[in-house]
């Protein structure tokens, strides 16, 4: 006596399809937000009503790569960092004083993370972005995440025969990230 096929609707039951979603859909979603990352350098046009149009760009990609922290020059950055110089860019990190107290500021370092950066060795100088408000601004300073938003200058500066800074940014506004 042979069985019939039993029909696919017996086969698969509901709760093992919900699940595998439950379980897939977070894991899909961190290999896609991977992916993007690694596909577009952390780099994608953005466009608001509140800041117009500019490139919103990953301050923790664009700061995780070798650079030599004495004798680095503009072609050891990554080109697609270099190809932001002069663009009108938002970055979203925290805003480090260097033992300054908070408050109106001139200039800030900007970093990714405070607390996070730097697992493998001491901070690089790829990973601070120097900032300064535009003239005639006095730019707030908050604790934990901001978004700033300026033209970034990227090439290699050399002062007392080091590195000084790889990214500068002229800042128009800083607010508290949500």
């Known amino acids: ?4 096929k039993v029909p696919l609707t017996d086969r698969i039951n509901l709760r093992m399809v919900i699940f595998f979603a439950v379980i897939l859909i977070p894991i899909g979603y961190v290999v896609y937000l991977f992916a993007d990352t690694w596909i577009t350098h ?3 046009d953005a466009k608001d009503e509140r800041y117009g149009s500019y490139k919103k760009v990953d301050l923790k990609a664009m700061s995780m790569y070798q650079l030599n922290q004495i004798a680095a020059t503009d072609a050891d950055i990554p080109a697609e960092y270099r190809a932001l110089d002069g663009k009108r860019v938002m970055l ?5 004083l260097g033992g ?3 408050g109106q500021q001139l200039e800030f370092d900007l970093v990714y993370s405070i607390a996070k950066c730097c697992f ?4 690089q100088i790829q990973h601070f972005v120097k900032c300064r408000a535009l003239p005639g601004k006095n730019i707030e300073t908050y604790a934990g995440l901001v978004k700033a938003v300026g033209t970034l200058h990227v090439g290699v500066q050399i002062e ?3 590195v000084a800074s790889v990214y500068r940014m002229d800042v128009e ?6």
Not at 1 to 4: D, K, L, R, V
Not at 92 to 96: A, D, I, L
Not at 173 to 178: I, L, N, P, R
């Open 1 to 4: 006596m042979t069985a019939g």
């Open 173 to 178: 506004s800083v607010e508290a990230a949500q």
């Open 42 to 44: 952390g780099i994608w």
């Open 120 to 123: 493998q060795g001491p901070p």
């Open 92 to 96: 979203v990190g925290e805003q480090y």
């Open 100 to 102: 300054r107290s908070r």
């Open 160 to 162: 007392n025969g080091r």
